[in-house]
């Protein structure tokens, strides 16, 4: 059986407010094709909101989860309570402790009540098990603060745990997005979300690459599709039957299989090693990581790439004795909002350039003299930066770290495993998997790998084995393992697509040896060009030296203009909305989709409001040159007007 859909030219790509990838129950991402219709997101227009049935699951909560959560309102609410739901009963008591801090701390603590409702099976069914909710239950009013411990955290229950609770209460879990459901007809959505933020068993076979459900191409439609109806059910069954997903009981082997892969000890690790790669038969060697001793045991999976910074931020306070944290460069925005929330808080080297690295060790030392303590507990830094690409010298931190005794977190999804090589100078590794590792958009999921040649490995790995809880819902680990068997081949054409993407605009923008006279692009931030010698440091090597990492496949571009971004992104013919390292190319206004209650102070670090960022995918290359060179000879049509009236 296959599944097809027709598509037709110079459509709109996908109708704003639908799910991306189109037709994916469980999409991570939502399409915001216009300049226009980003603001109006961030500005919580009606018609944005009125059409929106996706989004990004920390932002906009899934419909499944909505839906359940009304239905546990109304069975334990008192008052018209709102509630959040949790997986297990610490994180419901995080979530309440999260909530008290910060309403006490803004002049009047909020009552919050925890409820446990265990959802069983109507008929005994040895194949399904209950399911524990807890649940946070707060006056209506306090939502907004319950939101932002699900923001900053990324560790409530998942849209596919929702659905499996509302499949054991007897409700439907069908949802607009899921392939079973039409399109809704534009400006007809079948939900309102009243959401305004987005502030068989296994045959051994060889599975086919891990495209999504339906995927639009570069510079076509999913406005005219037709697509075979198929109950959840029935996608289980293809998924399993046909060699692409292990059997729903076979979680745990998923996860030992992600574990392994992250870790770098899988001697075979290809499409064709999938169904052996999490049992007791596969081969396992030395890790691949570059730190002598890493195993499987060494790596945790968490639901989302937030809930693993979150964790890892959690492990250093519980693991040490607390002190305010280092954010290294400009960052991801809820990763210095988990700095900042929990703990004594941080200290900002927004730009994260090498003059910043000089500005930190004066900190080190003035603060070291004055306590007898460490001057700070961890300092956290992506590689490279989300949107400006940027790398720090890992090698220069990590010998302050070494000397001032703090802890080093880096946060690699951007530059990645098969690119990047960081765990030697970090102590801590996080990443989100939801991004290039799956590469499906359809799934969330994180990481968290210790160093074990780091000074605090036993003081870190003994907290971990006091307190860490598997909450990877089961069925999104089966999903991820199955999107990441061959994400190393994926990697790689996407880092070859990029750099040849990346190339065109470098050339055609001011930083160019020979500008053309109507530039529309004023900076190319990539990282051939945007700190490289730092990047290269840590660049993976073939073992004669070259290079074998790519650049990875993120770049942002600024304008010479605002009007001038506008009109590129709304010419791109890709999918537009928020969220990277998708298989398919994906582009945002990044700085007001994330900033835009603060563009001012985005702008400070060098995070213009014109800047775009952009995912690419696996599309063939020519079309992708092809369709990029359209959005940028618009763009300098724009710039070449006013040079022409003059």
């Known amino acids: 059986m296959s599944l097809t859909a027709t598509y037709t030219k110079n459509d709109q790509q996908v109708a704003m407010g639908l799910p991306v990838p189109p037709f994916t129950a469980h999409a991570i991402s939502v399409s915001l094709p216009t300049w226009r219709d980003n ?11 009125d059409a929106q049935v996706s989004g990004y699951p920390r932002f906009f909560i899934h419909l499944s989860i909505q839906k359940l959560a009304r239905i546990c309102e109304q069975k334990f609410g008192v008052q018209g309570e709102r509630c959040l739901l949790c997986p297990t009963r610490k994180i419901a008591e995080q979530c309440r402790a999260f909530m008290i801090d910060r309403s006490t701390k803004a002049g009047s603590p909020v009552p919050v ?20 909710l807890h649940i946070v239950l707060f006056p209506k009013d306090s939502f907004p603060l319950a939101k932002q411990f699900w923001q900053h955290t990324g560790i409530c229950i998942s849209s596919r745990l929702a659905e499996r609770c509302l499949s054991l209460l007897g409700e439907d879990t069908g949802s607009p997005g899921s392939p079973q459901v039409p399109t809704p007809a534009p400006g007809r959505p079948p939900v309102k979300p009243g959401n305004r933020h987005y502030s068989a068993k296994s045959l051994g076979k060889s599975p086919p690459p891990s495209p999504s459900v339906l995927q639009a191409r570069f510079g076509q439609s999913t406005a005219e599709s037709s697509v075979e109806p198929l109950s959840k059910d029935h996608f289980n069954y293809v998924e399993e039957r046909y060699g692409r997903n292990l059997p729903l009981e076979s979680a745990a082997a998923a996860k030992r299989a992600m574990r392994r892969r992250i870790a770098g000890v899988l001697v075979r690790d290809t499409p064709k090693d999938w169904s052996t790669a999490g049992g007791q038969e596969a081969e396992l060697g030395p890790s691949t990581r570059g730190v002598e001793g890493v195993t499987e045991d060494d790596v945790y999976l968490y639901p989302t790439g937030m809930a693993a910074i979150w964790s890892g931020h959690q492990l250093a306070l519980g693991a040490l004795p607390p002190a305010k944290s280092v954010c290294f460069g400009f960052p991801y925005t809820d990763s210095l909002k988990c700095l900042e929330k929990w ?69 690699e999804t951007i530059g990645n495993f098969a690119n990047v090589e960081v765990l030697p100078y970090a102590d801590i590794v996080v990443s989100s998997l939801s991004k290039v590792f799956s590469g499906d958009a359809n799934v969330m999921g994180g990481s968290l790998v210790l160093n074990p040649q780091g000074r605090h490995y036993a003081e870190l790995k003994a907290y971990m084995a006091a307190n860490f809880e598997d909450v990877y819902f089961d069925e999104d680990a089966i999903y991820m393992e199955r999107n990441s068997r061959d994400f190393r081949r994926r990697i790689a054409v996407i880092d070859d697509n990029t750099l040849a993407v990346c190339e065109l605009f470098h050339a055609r923008s001011l930083a160019a040896p020979s500008p ?8 190319v931030y990539y ?6 010698h730092n990047y290269n440091k840590c660049r993976v090597r073939r073992p004669d030296g070259e290079f074998a990492g790519g650049y990875g496949g993120l770049f942002s571009l600024t304008f010479t203009s605002l009007e001038a971004s506008r009109v590129f992104f709304d010419t791109l013919p890709c999918m537009k909305g ?26 400070g670090w060098g995070v213009e409001e014109g800047l775009v960022r952009v995912s690419v995918g696996m599309e063939d290359r020519e079309t992708l040159l092809r369709g990029f060179e359209e959005a940028l000879r618009a763009a300098e049509a724009v710039v070449q007007k006013p040079e022409e009236a003059q």
């Open 578 to 603: 928020p969220s990277l390292g998708t298989n398919f190319t994906l582009a945002s206004p990044y700085t007001i989709l994330a900033h835009y209650a603060e563009l001012d102070w985005a702008a």
């Open 39 to 49: 603001v109006d997101y961030e500005e919580g227009n009606k018609r944005v909101v």
């Open 343 to 411: 703990g004594p808080g941080c200290h900002h080297f927004g730009h994260g350039l090498d003059d910043d690295i000089d500005e930190l060790e004066k900190l080190l030392e003035r603060e070291s003299q004055q306590s007898s303590g460490r001057p700070v507990l961890m300092l956290l830094t992506e590689f490279p930066s989300n949107p400006l690409l940027r790398s720090a010298d890992l090698p220069r931190l990590r010998k302050l770290a070494d000397k001032y005794d703090f802890l080093v977190m880096v946060d």
């Open 527 to 532: 990282p051939k060009w945007i700190t490289p």
């Open 113 to 132: 009540r925890l409820v446990q409702f265990t959802i069983c099976p109507e008929q005994e069914d040895a194949s399904t098990s209950c399911v524990e």
């Open 516 to 523: 053309p006279p109507a530039a529309a692009v004023k900076a």
